[in-house]
């Protein structure tokens, strides 16, 4: 790390690669923490998680087997070792249960009082944190991969949907409706993010191996689209442009 160091104040090496090598040397040096467990609910693997960001105490899980658990990380018992206890689940009792694995949950970006979670049943369920129950349902023609609602929005209450149709569903929780869709995709939607900074701006990724960036104030198709060379055509000239090669 001096050596690093040195290079750097030297003027010698490019300061991002410190920033990479401090951030890899974190992440190499992670381990389990071995003072904190997690009630195990769960009878089968847990496809997603999320943290609400307004305390970060409160822990959302999905699983393959369709059960939703909220968790409570606060240590209320004050000892060094502890177990994060489920404070409530939707189970296999409930008829509100989705049927099939829940792919993706989401807290509300500013009130834990609701969540979403989409799931391989063909639904996305916007959920009343009090009740457990479902205050909106979306049916969708095809599996629901993924969802992702704007950590900043203000203007909008819009939702991105991911399914096995190659167009992007933007769902409205305020009227309960689908109310747009992004065409350019040819393949299943595996991954939707909004950006952290701006509101309208989205990103989506595809079974066709592209990535897309999204204006959604736009009715026209996706701002750019980033492949494997940067957009740079010279490079690909007898290649087919795609964000990763598999």
């Known amino acids: 790390m001096l050596s690093f160091l040195y290079a750097r104040q030297s003027g010698l090496d490019d300061p991002v690669r410190l920033r990479r090598a401090e951030s890899t040397r974190r992440v190499l040096s992670l381990e389990l923490n071995h003072n904190r467990d997690v009630d195990r609910i769960h ?3 847990i496809n997603t998680l999320d943290i609400e960001v307004i305390d970060g105490r409160y822990m959302l899980s999905g699983g393959s087997d369709g059960i939703i658990v909220i968790y409570d990380l606060e240590n209320n018992s004050k000892k060094p070792q502890y177990t994060c206890k489920a404070i ?3 189970g296999r009792s409930s008829r509100h249960v989705h ?3 829940v792919e993706t949950v989401q807290w509300y970006p500013h009130d834990t009082g609701m969540f979403v ?7 996305m369920k916007v959920w009343d944190t009090e009740t457990l129950k479902p205050a909106e349902e979306f049916q969708f023609d095809g599996n629901v991969y993924c969802h992702h609602m704007s950590p900043v929005a203000r203007k909008h209450s819009l939702v991105a949907v991911g399914t096995k149709d190659p167009k992007v569903q933007l769902c ?13 995709h040819r393949g299943e939607i595996l991954s939707v993010r909004w950006s952290p900074r701006y509101d309208h701006i989205l990103a989506t ?6 990535v ?3 204006d959604v104030r736009r009715a026209s198709g996706s701002l750019f689209t980033l492949d494997q060379h940067n957009g740079d055509k010279s490079k690909a000239s007898s290649e087919m442009l795609t964000a990763h090669i598999a």
């Open 99 to 101: 049927k099939f694995s």
């Open 117 to 123: 979670s989409s799931s391989s049943d063909k639904t």
């Open 205 to 210: 990724a595809s079974t066709d191996i592209r």
């Open 172 to 184: 409205d929780l305020k009227s309960g409706s689908r109310i747009h869709i992004l065409q350019g």
């Open 212 to 214: 897309r960036i999204w």
């Open 88 to 90: 409530c689940t939707v």
């Open 43 to 45: 009878g089968n693997g």
